[in-house]
């Protein structure tokens, strides 16, 4: 979906636990390179190519990938994107989640616990085959790379300006980004679209719930006209009020 000039919000569709799924990173460029933000789950990499297509965006611009966070839905298709890749790419992410990213450290949020869990809400009518591939993936999560770590605060000099900010609490290295030409934020976890309506992150995937509506109280330093959130889409009217409003424990 096309947002303003120079940024594309993808909708990338998958199967996931006997449904359908659809995430929305981000594709943000200029005429001289693009950014990828976020990767999908394991085995998305070819829709995003076709996403990019879509968007007019020749997948040989992309020379950077950013990564917001660990989780496997954001890292998934890393390491097929880089390996199937024509062009050199740089993977951007925060420091904190580098060595969970590169598969030195288990995904945080991949405890004994939680696949556990993660099983015993699979449908009955899935075949074991596909059951034991996707509990293998959740024990073995995909390892990429990181080339260069960010911190928040830095500004990459693509497309007009895009501004980073670590916004701590789904993840202790969760960056969000500031699209300045388009004053766009992509929230990526920090803040959910559902029902048509901006919400709070998900609380039953963030374990630092207090952390993160911390973290909101940052957005307020920018002029913003919409958010992407890869959960749920774009939201537009009012945003930064919204934001305060949710800041402030509101639902």
């Known amino acids: 979906m096309y947002i303003a000039k120079g940024i594309e919000m993808l909708e990338i569709s998958v199967p996931v636990m006997g449904g359908t799924d659809t995430f929305y990173p981000a594709l ?39 990564i917001t966070h660990q989780d496997i839905d954001h890292i998934g298709s890393l390491p097929a994107l880089l390996e199937q890749s024509e062009s050199e790419i740089t993977v951007l992410a925060h420091e904190i989640e580098r060595p969970y990213i590169e598969g030195d450290k ?63 609490g789904h993840s202790p290295g969760h960056l969000s980004l500031y699209h300045q030409a388009s004053r766009t934020l ?36 920018f002029e913003i006209d919409q958010v992407i959130c890869y959960h749920g889409g774009l939201f537009r009217g009012g945003v930064n009020r919204r934001i305060a409003e949710l800041a402030q424990g509101g639902n």
């Open 186 to 221: 992509i929230a990526a976890d920090a803040l959910t679209v559902r029902g048509g309506e901006l919400c709070g992150p998900d609380a039953a995937a963030t374990p630092d719930m207090a952390g993160a509506l911390r973290s909101l109280h940052k957005f307020a330093d």
């Open 106 to 168: 288990m995904l945080l949020k991949h405890t004994p616990e939680a696949l556990a869990a993660a099983e015993a809400m699979l449908p009955q009518n899935i075949s074991e085959e596909w059951k034991r591939a996707f509990l293998h993936v959740l024990a073995h999560p995909p390892k990429g790379r990181v080339d260069q770590t960010l911190l928040g605060g830095e500004l990459l000099p693509i497309a007009g300006g895009i501004t980073v900010i670590h916004t701590p």
């Open 28 to 66: 943000i460029w200029d005429e001289e390179e693009a950014v990828l933000v976020d990767t999908g789950v394991p085995g998305a990499a070819q829709k995003f190519k076709e996403a990019a297509a879509a968007a007019s965006v020749p997948w040989n611009l992309v020379r950077t990938i950013l």
